[in-house]
């Protein structure tokens, strides 16, 4: 079993910056494929960004270029850095690891971007 317990989110204005964390129980970084998902209200839960144990690093379109996914091996912990963020980003945020036959999710953090 693993636990995710994410943090870091809040409200923002449009073009702010936060940095969402989330700490797993035990270090599975090179044996699963980390994700931050997201889900507005009424939508489905979409990928934002992945990364694997061996750097591959894959992010949404609406994402690309203002959204950056990193590994703190040390610290257990998978970042998720949001620049210029828009309305349309606001969501709550949820890790993920997965790998084969297992798949675990943290409760998720919510992100408001708003004037």
């Known amino acids: 079993q693993v636990q995710l317990v994410e943090s870091g989110g809040g409200l923002v204005q449009p073009g702010g910056s936060l940095r969402l964390s989330c700490t797993a129980s035990?270090?599975?970084?090179?044996?699963?494929?980390m994700g931050w998902y997201r889900q507005a209200p009424g939508a489905q839960r979409d990928l934002v960004a992945t990364?694997?144990?061996?750097?591959?690093?894959n992010y949404a379109d609406s994402v690309r270029g203002r959204f950056t996914i990193s590994i703190d091996n040390a610290k257990n912990t998978v970042y998720l850095q949001m620049n210029s963020l828009k309305p349309e980003d606001t969501a709550v945020y949820y890790c993920?690891?997965?790998?084969?036959?297992?798949?675990?999710w943290g409760r998720g953090t919510q992100v408001t971007v708003s004037s």
């Open positions: 035990r270090n599975i970084f090179r044996t699963y494929v």
């Open positions: 993920n690891a997965e790998r084969t036959f297992y798949n675990f």
């Open positions: 990364i694997t144990g061996g750097g591959s690093i």
